[in-house]
C-alpha cells in the first residue's frame, strides 16, 4: 500500500516561497505518475501539477505557471512542489495523489484518475 504525506505548508507573505513534499511510504514512486492538487474554503478541489513516472513531463494550472515547478526525486521517493511568488488566491490545502501508470510520459490533473491521496498541508498567503 502506498502512503503519501505531505509538508511544507505555512503561513507566507505575498510574494514569498514555499517548497512543498511529498514523501511516499510503503511502495516505489517510480511507477507512479504524482499529481498536487489544492482545496480553498468554499471551493472545489483543483488540479495545480502533475509529473510523470518519468519525471519528462510536467503540466500545470494556467495560474500557477512560470511561478510553481514540481520534480521528483527518486532516490528520495519523494515529489516537491516549488511555489515562488505567492499570491493570496493560492491559500488553500494542498494534496499531493498518485495514479499507477504504464506510460512514462502520462500526466494529468484530473482528480478521478489518481488512486493514492495524502492527508494535505495548509499553505496561507497573507499579509
Known amino acids: 500500500q502506498l502512503r503519501l504525506v505531505e509538508s511544507g505548508g505555512d503561513l507566507v507573505h505575498p510574494g514569498e516561497s514555499l517548497r512543498l513534499s511529498c514523501a511516499a511510504s510503503g511502495l516505489s514512486l517510480a511507477n507512479y505518475a504524482i499529481g498536487w492538487f489544492r482545496q480553498a474554503p468554499g471551493k472545489e478541489r483543483e488540479g495545480v501539477s502533475c509529473?510523470?513516472?518519468?519525471?519528462?513531463?510536467?503540466n500545470y494550472l494556467d495560474s500557477v505557471k512560470d511561478r510553481f515547478t514540481i520534480s521528483r526525486d527518486a532516490a528520495k521517493n519523494t515529489v516537491y512542489l516549488q511555489m515562488n511568488s505567492l499570491k493570496p488566491e493560492d491559500t488553500a490545502v494542498y494534496f499531493c495523489?498518485?495514479?499507477?501508470?504504464?506510460?512514462?510520459?502520462?500526466?494529468?490533473?484530473?482528480?478521478?484518475?489518481?488512486?493514492?491521496w495524502g492527508q494535505g498541508t495548509q499553505v496561507t498567503v497573507s499579509s
Open positions: 509529473i510523470s513516472r518519468s519525471g519528462g513531463t510536467t
Open positions: 495523489a498518485a495514479f499507477l501508470t504504464v506510460l512514462h510520459s502520462n500526466c494529468n490533473r484530473r482528480s478521478a484518475v489518481y488512486d493514492y
